[in-house]
């Protein structure tokens, strides 16, 4: 019975290290040859499609939570709401306020309508509103709430539009 002939029941174990080197090898003759090796090749495009797709969820998920805190360190921290005789506002009030200063004339009807049909008796209730005292802390604020309003989208219709006509 030949004895160079592997027996596939037993695979061979290699403990010295030369799978390595023929790995080494064939890159180097890959990169020999000018194309190089690419991050695809070592590890997958599969891995490359879910970095991707998790750094964008991760950008998104961001995005979604910075919101927020922005409008919750102006309102609450700043005190920016009882600056101007409102009060300090909870989880979902901040969180509705920032969609409604971030979303369009839609968004900001749907909003409404879901108050509305929570609890009207919010629209009969009046508040007592006042100008803020001109401090730094208010003047931040105020900037911090204008930076949520200002939506970039609205800045890139403009732009399309004067290219349009160009």
């Not at 998920?61 to 927020?68: D, E, F, R, S, V």
């Not at 921290?77 to 200063?101: K, S, Y």
């Not at 979303?103 to 803020?132: R, S, Y």
């Not at 208010?138 to 911090?144: L, M, R, S």
């Amino acid at each position: 019975m030949p004895t160079d002939i592997p027996d596939p029941e037993k695979p061979e174990i290699v403990t010295d290290g030369s799978w390595w080197e023929e790995i080494q090898s064939e890159w180097s003759s890959e990169s020999s040859s000018g194309g190089g090796i690419s991050a695809a090749q070592i590890f997958g495009i599969g891995a490359l499609v879910a970095g991707g797709a998790t750094l964008i969820a991760a950008f998104f998920i961001m995005a979604l939570l910075i919101g927020p805190l922005l409008f919750w360190f102006a309102w609450n921290v700043l005190d920016f709401g009882p600056a101007i005789g409102l009060p300090e506002l909870g989880f979902w009030a901040i969180i509705l306020a920032t969609l409604f200063l971030t979303f369009g004339w839609f968004g900001k009807v749907v909003i409404t309508g879901f108050v509305f049909l929570i609890d009207p008796a919010w629209f009969q209730a009046t508040a007592e509103m006042n100008w803020p005292e001109p401090r730094l802390r208010n003047f931040i604020a105020v900037a911090v709430l204008a930076i949520l309003a200002a939506r970039p989208h609205a800045r890139a219709k403009k732009a399309k539009k004067k290219a349009k006509r160009a």
